[in-house]
């Protein structure tokens, strides 16, 4: 059974930091490009950051590119997200994902997905 587990969501402050993680299990992560969406309230689910199965290659949304930064550790399981420089429009729902092959932005084209954890920017 394939599980994706995302961790570190919380409350920031403008301008802050937070890490996220996200733990997968079933699956030979070493064969999958994963990525990380976001999801405000009343909003569809956006492309937010993805790698390369191998890690050489990373890709960002014009919105966060500069302040955060997508790595994982295939001998562990796990993908991160540092987010730095947070504001308002950073708050939302961060879901990580896994496909077989290349990274994609679109949110259809990933097979497994976690159950998220919550990003709060406050000023």
């Known amino acids: 059974q394939v599980q994706l587990v995302e961790s570190g969501g919380g409350l920031a402050l403008t301008g802050g930091s937070l890490r996220l993680s996200c733990a997968v299990s079933g699956l030979s992560v070493d064969s999958y490009a994963m990525a990380w969406f976001r999801q405000a309230p009343g909003q569809e689910r956006r492309f937010v950051a993805a790698?390369?199965?191998?890690?050489?290659?990373?890709f960002y949304a014009d919105s966060v590119k500069g302040r955060f930064t997508i790595s994982r550790d295939n001998a562990q399981s796990m993908l991160f997200l540092q987010l730095n420089s947070l504001n308002a429009e950073d708050t939302g729902m961060y879901f990580c994902a896994a496909r077989n092959g290349v990274f994609k932005v679109r949110a259809r084209e990933y097979e497994y997905w976690g159950q998220g954890t919550q990003v709060t920017v406050s000023s």
């Open positions: 790698i390369s199965w191998g890690g050489a290659n990373t």
